[in-house]
Nanobody
């Protein structure tokens, strides 16, 4: 059973920064793709950023230039550096990984942007 555990969420003021981490219970080399999604209250879950199976890292238009996706293969971790945060970035952020057979989700971490 693969587990993904998100961390790093919290309360931050507008314009601030947070760094989310997604820790996997197995080598992230085994995943064909890894991504961050988010879900705000009353809204559908949406893609934030993804390491796709093929091609370059992709970002949703609403985070381009503000969020940066990275991974630490030695620590089996995927990170999302978020800067210039806005109130509309408030959501639960989820990590997702796919190994081609199964798709795994973390439990989510709350990010609240408010003054």
């Amino acid at each position: 059973q693969v587990q993904l555990v998100e961390s790093g969420g919290g309360l931050v003021q507008p314009g601030g920064s947070l760094r989310l981490s997604c820790s996997a219970s197995k080598s992230i080399f085994s995943f064909k793709s890894m991504a961050w999604f988010r879900q705000a209250p009353g809204k559908q879950r949406e893609l934030v950023a993804i390491f796709p199976q093929v091609g370059d890292t992709n970002y949703a238009d609403f985070v381009k230039g503000r969020f940066t996706l990275s991974r630490d293969n030695a620590k089996n971790t995927m990170n999302l550096q978020m800067s210039v945060l806005k109130p509309e970035d408030t959501a639960v952020y989820f990590c997702r990984a796919s190994d081609g057979l199964f798709t795994y989700w973390g439990q989510g971490t709350q990010v609240t942007v408010s003054s």
